[in-house]
């Protein structure tokens, strides 16, 4: 029969090809791919290999030999997100319940805009977010939907808050009209270390990124109170109008978490929109040890959470609550096509309503899989593990002379430095972070405070070891003491400033 090989059905030829293909794809892991964190390979190496292929050839060729060809290339050179040492980013290690799932999503191929098109998905999808809503403290008239991440929950989250704004004090609706010339004095105050997504929403939003005023933190990263209640004077007094407020539960390069239960009391004493973006620390939430963190999110207007971070879920996974369904109103639309109105009133939910994508993935299933694997008991420990390692992490790090440790955390990102004379710093540290993926080391990642260059780790991984960790701060400083004594050999030469690794010294 025509096409067999191409498509999923239950004749033998289909079958034979699909179970090929699936063993072919685990050929390609197995041999090729996590045995180091990193190849090495730096960017111009990658972009010729990549640069020879041919994307598109006349004539195709067997799917066993093209997979088998990428192995040295996907394979080879993907950084290992559940090697040990791969501690850069809030990348997380995939569990293999969700891989699995994975594979039922993708064959399945739900979309969950329309029920026709997701019948049973669609129910399982709202049952987990009806989960998720009693999880945070949600009341029962809450919703929520699953999202790409946390750059649309963010997104969901400050148009509606604009647009609640619009309608309950103005009258008017943005959907309809656009933005009233008022909205020139919007304003949306968050965290001076909030993620940039906020003021990207804004400026998406019409708002443009003058909207977002950053507030002052304490010490430990966290939005201060005090600093923002001062703020919100200000605004009003030079005739400014706060809309909304987002708190963050988790910033991303601390793990910082803003005092909720206090921004939680002026959001409501100015009445404000409060958005929580715990798009990370949305993860403590299972967490017998560590979810009273959390306390007073139950009191935002709505919610970001990602899956594709503290709950190991592969990418794309996460989702947007609300607290109160009826807003969902604000951004509803029908089409004829998809969702008539008919199909309400019948009883029929079409999940389009409550998103701003349209064809949409059946991700809940992965997290569902998940969930019913790992139980509530498993993904604590998960969670617990890294915290643990994280706190024992900075200790280590605050007892070395050699190292500056940045933040105490509060969940599992670590902030720090090598400590060198002012002037080489910065590209000291930016150089360590460079050779140690270079040499296929390790993986971590750099930021800045006050404009200077910070090395971070971030320890989702629960199975990286405290012994993993010393191994990589051993390195950090073999590094960087080499790197000192090459720039004292050559005080005299001008430091590099096109971006070139400044620790790969040639000893020529
Ligand atoms: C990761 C992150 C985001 C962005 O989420 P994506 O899933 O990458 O779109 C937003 N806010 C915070 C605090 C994050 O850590």
Known sequence: MAFEQYFLSQSSQSWAAYHDAIAATQQVLRERYGQSPYSGATPDT???????????PVEGNQLKTILNNLGSLVGDHSVAVAHPN??????????????????????????????????????????LVNWLTQEFGYPASADGTFTSGGTQSNLMG?????????????????????????????RILCSQVAHFTVKQAAAVLGLGEQAVVPVATDEHYRLSPQAMEQQLQSLLAEDLIPIAMVATA?????????????????????????????????????????????????????????????????????????????????MERHAAYLNPKTNASAGIPDLVTQSLQTTRRFDALKLWVSLQTLGRKGFAELVDTTLALAHHTAETIAADPALELANQPQMNAIVFRYLAATDKRDRLNQGIRQTLMENGDA??????????????????????????????????????????????????????????????????
């Open 86 to 127: 791969c501690i850069a980013h809030l990348h997380c290690p995939p569990l293999i319940p969700a891989l699995a799932a994975e594979v039922l999503i993708s064959a399945t191929n739900q979309s969950l805009d329309s029920w026709d098109q997701s019948p049973v998905a669609t129910f399982l999808e709202q049952r």
């Open 158 to 186: 400050m148009l509606l808050a604009r647009d609640y704004y619009c309608q309950t004090h103005l009258h008017w609706s943005i959907k309809e009209h656009g933005l009233p010339a008022t909205a020139r004095r919007f």
């Open 443 to 508: 993986v971590i990642a750099q930021t800045e405070i006050a404009g200077e260059v910070y090395l971070k780790l971030t320890l989702l991984n629960p199975r990286t070891t405290h012994a993993d960790i010393t191994t990589i701060l051993q390195k950090i400083k073999q590094i960087a003491q080499q790197w000192e004594t090459d720039y004292d050999c050559r005080s005299n030469s001008t430091p590099s400033t096109d971006g070139s690794n400044p620790c790969r010294t040639n000893h020529a």
């Open 250 to 330: 988790g910033t991303t390069d601390f793990g910082s978490i803003d005092p909720l239960p206090e921004l939680a009391t002026l959001a409501q004493q100015y009445g404000l929109w409060l958005h929580v973006d715990a798009a990370y620390g949305g993860g403590l939430i299972l967490s017998d040890r560590h979810r009273h963190q959390l306390t007073g999110i139950a009191d935002a207007d709505s919610l970001t959470v990602d899956f594709h971070k503290l709950f190991y879920q592969p990418i794309s996974c996460g989702a947007f609550l609300l607290r109160d369904r009826a807003h969902f109103q604000l």
């Open 46 to 56: 990658l972009a010729a290999a990549v640069a020879e292929l041919d994307p598109c």
